[in-house]
């Protein structure tokens, strides 16, 4: 996908090592060791993506503000427990002591403190990554010896996810339903990512995003089931009015982002169906003019609409090509959405049902 503009990082990055409960500050570019198991095998290489947003209320006193933040450190501590070996399961930290180490250990440090003011007034967007490491000098072949967390955040500008072109890569799958893998934010999904990507420009030299179907690869083409984007999820918005978005399951990363978008959605009045579309029923509709748009949604863009999709068969031969329909009331929509997504970090729009804002002074 799109790059970032105007991103900056702060100065320190956080280790928190799970084992010993201890916690530390450390250089922003401070090193991994090379011999480690994350490095040569991703064994407990985990990751998250949380937006933020920081901002000065009078006086001296910073607001981070996070929305729904507790579905993502839900997400990261399953990833965490899934790279734990089963008498290690009790390292793997709860929400409420993730939320503790965030906040009021690494955002509450002295160092972060002229970073977060700077940040604050240039009114920008801040991403919080959270990550696991083997701290451990090893190469053997076996669960993390010093599994740790560490974290680092930055600011950014804007997020350049549109226009965007998007192909359909069927002789490709992102994870199998059966490992459970598909479903957590690993390391070890997003090579087949970015190699689906490298493939999309084969067929397309503008593409700069791949849609994957299932994992069902010996059923009819036309019968295969689409699931996410190659780093983001997918929405689908149609001529008749709807939205549907797809079920969560083994294969689909569940999205804090789209949670929210669909909230606002139905605050808006828009139905929003959750139901599973088939590669046949994509096709038809394509061919058919029957489909507005189809959205990359995710932490960093939010919600970006697929200016073009190119839709391909087993041979990776072109048999049609959607274009976003521009002007289209519902496209428009999307757009009012992706704003007021925004707006709810910056106390601008109302937060809808369903939704959960947190607030922190520093």
Known sequence: MAKFEGIHWAPRQMRYMLSEKQFDILEYDSKVFAISRSIHY???LVFEGIRFFCRKDGGRELKLTFLNW????ERFR?????NLAREQQALTPSVEEMEH??????FQDPALRPFLEEMAASNAQGYLRPFTVDEELSIGVTFPGKPAVRAGFNRYDRYLGEPFCGVVVPNMVR???INKTGCLKLGINYLMSAKAVDHAKEIEPE????LFLDDQTSEPLENRQITEWDSSCCLFAFTDGTIVKIPESPLILPSVTIRGIVSILKEMGTPVEERFITYGELLKAVREDKLVAICSVGTAGILNRCQKLVLINARDEVIAVHHEKKG???DKRLAVVRETYWKIYKGQAKLPAGMNLFMYNL
């Open 42 to 44: 991703a064994m407990f």
């Open 70 to 73: 507790d579905h993502n450190l």
């Open 78 to 82: 399953k990833g965490i427990a899934f």
């Open 101 to 106: 180490i965030f906040i009021h250990q690494y």
């Open 175 to 177: 994870a199998v339903g």
């Open 207 to 210: 593409a700069a995003a791949a």
């Open 328 to 330: 289209h009331p519902l």
